[in-house]
């Protein structure tokens, strides 16, 4: 069972991180996309903090013997899971970013030649 002092903290929580991501948007410092995400979660905590048996009932049926354990528990496994996004995404920017470096490369080698073939 979660405590009333647990809940008010994962409200005010929630909402402060939802107010941080809605300021980046504004500010355009942050994607869409990664801001779905965090207000989703802000979201979703803000219900297990209104409606704790929801949590409750996951927990134990999880075998997990405290709903703050079962909370914590899920907020690592969800911020991995982000983590795992991230890298697969960063992955995917570094081997663009190399293509691109390459190419650039081979343009600067032929230019040189295509201004020789110009001059003769």
Not at 68 to 75: D, T
Request: negative net charge; aromatic residues 12%.
């Amino acid at each position: 069972m979660m405590t009333p002092l647990f809940r008010v903290i994962l409200v005010l929580v929630s909402l402060g991180t939802f107010g941080v991501v809605m300021q980046k948007i504004r500010h355009s410092r942050m994607r869409i996309e990664d801001a779905v995400f965090w207000v989703l979660l802000c979201i979703m905590f803000v219900i297990f903090a209104l409606f704790p048996v929801i949590p409750d009932f996951l927990a134990h049926s999880l075998g997990i013997y405290s709903t703050a354990n079962f909370l914590f528990l899920f907020m690592i496994f969800i911020l991995v899971m982000k983590i795992f996004s991230m890298s697969m995404h960063i992955s995917t920017l570094e081997t663009r970013l190399r293509e691109l470096v390459q190419e650039e490369a081979l343009d600067r080698m032929q230019e040189p030649e295509e201004r020789e073939d110009k001059t003769v």
